[in-house]
């Protein structure tokens, strides 16, 4: 059961990493330009 369930947990936590770094990315600079563009706009 041990090394049934570790694979199991080993390769979702992968997967999950694989798949939230590049969304992470994407949403880290989605939301510094829509800061960029709500700070420009109250500037300007």
Do not use: K
């Not at 049934?4 to 989605?30: C, D, M, N």
């Amino acid at each position: 059961m041990p090394t049934i369930a570790t694979p199991r947990r080993a390769a979702p936590r992968s997967l999950f990493r694989s798949g939230i770094g590049p969304r992470l990315a994407l949403a880290v600079v989605l939301s510094t330009l829509v800061w960029l563009v709500i700070a420009w706009a109250l500037a300007a």
